[in-house]
């Protein structure tokens, strides 16, 4: 039988018809793939086709292959994928006490203003509010060189927004000079629906999708909103510090849960908080270590939440930079109980200075986002937004990621040369993606006095110690190449060597 796609589509459709036939269980664990040369002769494909078909499959970790033997379906999926559902209906017990209050409070339609509702997290701003997660110090150095998951300035294309923003101001209407829409422009969610289509493969409704300042906004707004005071949540332990302070500022209480070169360890979870209200997780690159959750730990993870009515945060702040393979697919692809609140955002792939980001929210839960994002701010800057949408209306966001992809790429190879010619001492752990890596410090290696002497010539890494909610399983800088130009890195390498030997 042919398949009659485009030529570019050809491999998707590869993997989409086997990736569909695992998940459904009429390609049980354990079954032996046809040869790729039959495969493509069966459908009426080019070999290399299905060839590149077989490595994705293998990347996302549901077949393997066996030299000399073939390619099977991998042992460690469950049975059967989660069952379609339709989208749940909102219970009382689905959101916090504080979120089921937003819920009731009415929203005025024409500006967003609420009557007669005071901010649900307020109780809890003086005390949790204070508590400080991170390596934050009066030392740090100010600047970029070294700094994890900072973009390179330099590249951010500011002709091109400048041009968007001229024609955006021209044609400006009425509306765009007064307060936003809390839940975001429509263009722009409509501009993010097709993006999220064309490069994750998550279909999303634009009225399900809220725009935030940026991934931090996403994490606070659905903790105020699922999470009371003393709530378990899983972390990822190593994983990432400020959503891991948005949860402990929402009143939560985190469970470290291991993560591994395979991510989070759901299993580890189960075990340690079985009744958790959220998992806080970065399943396509988890920070710092860079693991990804294979597909029997995603349909797992699934699978407690159902069970345990629990909520998923899904972390995808940097999907987009992905070296090794091709870019994973959200979790939220196989989200089918409404459990999974995605979470992205543009301050990778264009500047942290936009403060744009979004999140894609189960329907039942937009109300409540969207009234809980007015008490907070009213909404990101409707000027922002619209020249946004406008560059991605015009089409430059694809080509400007696949510019600054090539760039980082070359850059993240050239800090590694550098670090394993002049500073051997350290041991570089070059993740699969994201725009940082991890440098394991030699044993004996104090690594506060570490941190402190790479501050004191001014490199801005970062504690590896900060990262774990437990005890650190080992001492390490968090070292970004992003913001780092090629010709600087031997430099770097050897400032950070001195430091070391320091």
Not at 204 to 228: F, H
Not at 471 to 500: E, H, W, Y
Request: aromatic share 4%; with cysteine.
């Amino acid at each position: 039988m042919t398949v009659f796609v485009p030529d570019q589509n050809r491999q998707q459709a590869v993997f989409d018809r086997l990736r569909q036939g695992i998940l459904a269980g009429t390609l049980p664990a354990g079954t032996r793939l046809p040869p790729t040369r039959v495969m493509a002769e069966e459908i009426g494909v080019a070999r290399q086709t299905v060839v590149l078909a077989y490595e994705r499959l293998a990347a996302e970790g549901y077949v393997r292959a066996r030299t000399g033997s073939g390619t099977y379906v991998a042992p460690d999926l469950p049975d059967a994928a989660p069952a379609p559902a339709s989208v749940p209906r909102l219970a009382a017990s689905d959101l916090s006490a504080r979120g089921a209050r937003l819920a009731i409070i009415p929203v005025h339609a024409t500006n967003g203003m609420i009557n007669g509702a005071t901010n649900p997290g307020a109780a809890n701003s003086a005390t949790n509010g204070a508590a400080t997660i991170g390596a934050a110090s009066a030392e740090a150095p100010v600047g970029s060189l070294l700094a994890g998951g900072v973009p390179a300035h330099e590249m951010f294309p500011a002709q091109a927004w400048l041009r968007c923003t001229a024609r955006v101001l021209r044609q400006m209407p009425p509306d765009l000079a007064g307060y936003p829409p809390p839940q975001g422009l429509p263009e722009l969610r409509q501009q993010i629906a097709a993006h999220l289509a064309a490069t994750r493969g998550l279909l999303a409704d634009p009225d399900c999708i809220m725009v935030t300042g940026g991934t931090q906004q996403a994490l606070r707004l659905a903790a105020d909103l699922l999470l009371d005071a003393g709530d378990a949540v899983w972390v990822e332990d190593p994983g990432y510090i400020a959503g891991r302070g948005a949860l402990i500022a929402a009143g939560a209480v985190p469970v470290a849960v291991p993560s591994d070169d395979e991510g989070l360890d759901v299993a580890a979870g189960v075990h340690l908080a079985p009744a958790a209200r959220l998992a806080l997780v970065a399943p396509s690159h988890s920070t710092p270590l860079g693991g990804a959750l294979p597909i029997g730990r995603r349909l797992a993870l699934l699978d407690w939440a159902a069970r345990a009515n629990a909520w998923v945060l899904e972390d995808d702040c940097d999907s987009e930079f992905r070296w090794e393979g091709r870019p994973l697919p959200p979790l939220a692809t196989l989200d089918r109980t409404g459990r999974v609140i995605y979470c992205g955002t543009f301050s990778k792939t264009l500047a942290p200075a936009i403060r744009l980001g979004f999140a894609v929210v189960p329907a039942p839960l937009v109300p409540a986002f969207v009234r809980a994002r007015t008490l907070m701010d009213r909404g990101s800057s409707s000027l922002s937004q619209a020249v946004l949408a406008e560059f991605m209306r015009q089409g430059l966001l694809a080509p400007h990621i696949r510019r600054v992809r090539t760039e980082y790429a070359a850059r993240r190879l050239a800090v590694l040369a550098a670090l394993r010619r002049y500073a051997p001492a350290v041991t570089p752990i070059a993740a699969p993606g994201g725009l940082h890596m991890v440098a394991r410090l030699p044993d004996g290696c104090d690594e506060a006095t570490a941190v402190r002497a790479c501050w004191a010539r001014d490199l801005a890494v970062v504690p590896l110690r900060a990262y774990f909610a437990g005890p650190p399983r080992m001492a390490g800088l968090v070292i970004g190449f992003a913001g780092t130009p090629a010709a600087l890195a031997a430099d770097l390498a050897r400032r950070l060597a001195g430091a070391i030997r320091a």
